[in-house]
């Protein structure tokens, strides 16, 4: 579902639409699925919806590489392999400074969602992939400009 259509929804809509999500997951055969929903069941206390709503929509429309942010109150998901820039900054390192700085977070992950895996990873691994991509992108987004 979109999140634009989650948001139509009623509360008594949402409430169900949450729970039969989290019911689908459970009962299904994705198991890089089945285990963020452990992390979100046993981490995650409120904003359930980032992850059975936001989440899940990237998720399904991208096969690519996520650092997942697991906090008390919901989760993140911050697109590696997207290497756009906005004002002249990587745009996810931006998203990621900002978390960082204004919500605590109790968790990182890698997804890989091609191959349907998940790893934690340390605070310190999740900076250093996060500043090693800044680096490559800013680098190519300079060489495209000439600029470098």
Same mark, same amino acid.
């Given at each position: 579902?979109k999140?634009s259509?989650?948001? +139509? $929804?009623n @509360?008594? +809509?949402?409430?169900? =639409?949450? %729970? !039969?999500?989290?019911s689908n997951? !459970?009962?299904g055969?994705? #198991?890089?699925?089945i285990?963020?929903?452990?992390?979100?069941k046993?981490?995650?206390?409120?904003? $359930?919806?980032? =992850?059975f709503?936001?989440d899940?929509?990237? $998720? *399904? +429309?991208r +096969? #690519?590489? =996520?650092l997942? $942010?697991?906090?008390?109150f919901?989760?993140?998901?911050?697109?590696?392999?997207?290497? #756009?820039?906005? %004002?002249?900054?990587?745009?996810?390192?931006?998203?990621y400074?900002?978390? %960082?700085?204004?919500?605590?977070?109790?968790?990182?992950?890698?997804?890989?969602?091609?191959?349907?895996?998940?790893?934690?990873l340390?605070? #310190?691994?999740? @900076?250093k992939?996060? *500043?090693?991509?800044?680096?490559?992108?800013?680098?190519n =987004?300079?060489?495209?400009? *000439?600029i470098?």
């Amino acid at each position: 579902m979109k999140p634009s259509t989650y948001y +139509e $929804l009623n @509360e008594k +809509e949402q409430v169900k =639409f949450l %729970k !039969e999500t989290q019911s689908n997951i !459970e009962n299904g055969h994705n #198991e890089l699925l089945i285990k963020m929903n452990t992390i979100v069941k046993r981490s995650v206390k409120s904003y $359930l919806s980032d =992850f059975f709503v936001h989440d899940l929509y990237v $998720l *399904n +429309e991208r +096969e #690519e590489n =996520f650092l997942w $942010l697991v906090r008390d109150f919901g989760t993140n998901l911050i697109q590696l392999d997207d290497p #756009e820039f906005y %004002k002249g900054h990587w745009k996810w390192m931006d998203w990621y400074k900002a978390i %960082k700085h204004t919500m605590k977070t109790k968790a990182f992950y890698y997804i890989d969602n091609k191959n349907k895996t998940i790893k934690k990873l340390s605070p #310190e691994k999740a @900076e250093k992939i996060m *500043n090693d991509l800044n680096i490559k992108y800013t680098d190519n =987004f300079l060489k495209r400009r *000439n600029i470098a």
